[in-house]
């Protein structure tokens, strides 16, 4: 197989009838840096949980599967040709939507209720979409008049409509089974016939903000089951690192990694209601 491309998590490759082998690794990546170790199993864990949600999304959105790659991390795909949008929903205010909003009261130029917390629940679902940013830089927040004008009105309605009818799916799918789907990003492109297809991985706790829904308490950081977790290290007294400084973050202790691990693996087995096998 041809190597194409290796993200900060996936490794892309083409094979010779010209499907796509996505790869997942055990890479994984906050505020922009690829972090040391991995996280054993993670990569298995994403792709199986990808596949098990593009299947109870399929009379949402078409999607890019064409079947299972050779083992549990891989999964084979039809090409697409990617909006340069990171179609994002949110459904409660976290992370840089939560940093917007108390800047001044708007997440990507919708504007919110005053009053609201660290972890709100949403009057209802927004669209908040942002640019697609290379490696190494940081996806930036856009309204929704940037997005017409990147794409089209026509294409940008239904990125839109397509957005939050993925998210509405998995939050009520996720709500069954005792977690809140706070947030999600998907990747949208367009298939050979041009249809908007649903790619990348969707609905994976590197992709989403999972919490708990019995430990849900506005006004605080919510407990997780995403990267979260290492985000919160990384920012703590005992990690010792700046994140403006310029510098690398630290090496994660092992038991962040395993804390980490283990909370990959709840998400899987909890929404899935499967074990995890591997």
Not at 153 to 174: K, S
Not at 176 to 198: H, M, N, Q, Y
Not at 252 to 258: A, G, H, I, T
Request: overall charge negative; some cysteine; proline content about 9%.
């Amino acid at each position: 197989m041809k190597h194409l491309h290796s993200g900060k998590v996936r490794d892309l490759y083409e094979t010779d009838d010209g499907l796509l082998l996505v790869v997942a690794s055990d890479r994984i990546s906050a505020f922009d840096h690829v972090l040391e170790p991995g996280i054993p199993d993670k990569g298995a864990i994403l792709t199986q949980l990808s596949l098990w949600w593009f299947e109870r999304l399929a009379d949402v959105v078409p999607h890019h599967i064409a079947g299972p790659g050779p083992d549990a991390r891989s999964m084979l795909c039809r090409p697409l040709r990617m909006v340069p949008v990171e179609c994002v929903a949110r459904g409660y205010l976290a992370g840089s939507g939560l940093a917007d909003y108390r800047r001044d009261g708007m997440v990507s130029g919708v504007r919110l209720p005053e009053g609201l917390d660290d972890g709100s629940r949403l009057p209802e679902p927004i669209f908040t979409p942002s640019t697609k940013a290379p490696v190494g830089s940081h996806d930036e927040p856009i309204p929704f008049e940037r997005v017409v004008a990147e794409v089209g009105e026509e294409t940008a309605e239904e990125l839109r409509r397509i957005t939050l009818a993925v998210y509405t799916r998995g939050a009520e799918i996720a709500r069954e089974r005792g977690i809140i789907l706070a947030d999600t990003k998907i990747e949208l492109g367009r298939d050979s016939d041009g249809v908007l297809t649903l790619g990348d991985e969707v609905l994976t706790p590197d992709s989403s903000r999972f919490w708990p829904a019995d430990e849900w308490r506005p006004g605080r950081p919510q407990p997780s089951f995403d990267k979260q977790f290492v985000r919160d290290w990384l920012t703590s007294p005992e990690s010792g690192w700046d994140k403006s400084s310029g510098t690398p973050p630290p090496r994660l202790p092992d038991k962040v990694v395993e804390q980490t691990r283990q909370r990959y693996l709840e998400a899987y087995e909890r929404i899935t209601g499967t074990s995890f096998s591997g």
